[in-house]
């Protein structure tokens, strides 16, 4: 990550999302101050694919455009789902700021070096994890306790994100594949075993995810 974003020159959106048992956004509301619009997302799942309104969002920002919002934690659930929505904003020259932590946004020089340092941070968390989840598998394995998830094929992929654009909810998706939601997340979004490819199609057209 290098370079911050130009000042914003369009449109400042809030997003402001509710926390798990707690629906009250009022405080979030009054801290984003004028906004142009206002974001309300009542669905408090770990990945932007998980949040209809944060999706909505992403994909309907421009160049110019700034999206404001309380906290780091309204916005993303782990440093490395904060970091890859930084990085697509800032790849489309979409500002991010966050009202809690003023200095901690991408139109200055200063924000975006704590972005750096947050992304080191989120590659040591991830590395830790991978390193975990082998060690598990591992003890799993000689214990005679180890079994894989089921893998969609290819083609489910499509055709699952195919009706997730069309507005199927994605838990009845789930539920239609016979797979948990974090394993139809996983294939949506191109991470874990399905980042290997599995989104890919050459004769095929996938809705993008933002």
Do not use: H
């Not at 929505?85 to 991010?96: C, F, M, P």
């Amino acid at each position: 990550m290098s370079g911050a974003v130009p000042p914003c020159t369009g449109r400042v959106f809030g997003y402001a999302r509710a926390s798990t048992g707690d629906q009250n956004l009022d405080r979030q509301i009054a801290a984003l101050g004028e906004v142009d619009m206002l974001i309300e997302d009542k669905e408090s799942g770990k990945n932007v694919a998980d949040r209809d309104e944060l999706s909505a969002l992403m994909r309907f920002v421009k160049a110019g455009d700034n999206i404001r919002v309380k906290s780091a934690d309204r916005l993303a659930r782990s440093s490395s789902d904060l970091l890859a929505i930084a990085e697509n904003l800032k790849s489309r020259k979409v500002g991010l700021e966050f009202v809690d932590n003023p200095a901690l946004k991408t139109t200055t020089p200063q924000g975006y070096f704590m972005l750096t340092v947050l992304a080191a941070v989120a590659q040591l968390e991830r590395e830790i994890i991978l390193e975990r989840q082998a060690e598990g598998i591992a003890l799993a394995k000689k214990k005679g306790k180890y079994t894989k998830a089921p893998r969609l094929t290819r083609q489910q992929v499509l055709d699952a994100r195919r009706r997730v654009a069309e507005g199927v909810p994605k838990a009845q998706v789930a539920r239609d594949l016979q797979v948990s939601r974090p394993t139809l997340y996983a294939a949506l979004s191109g991470t874990g075993v399905y980042a290997d490819g599995g989104r890919k199609d050459e004769d095929a057209e996938e809705p993008p995810l933002w």
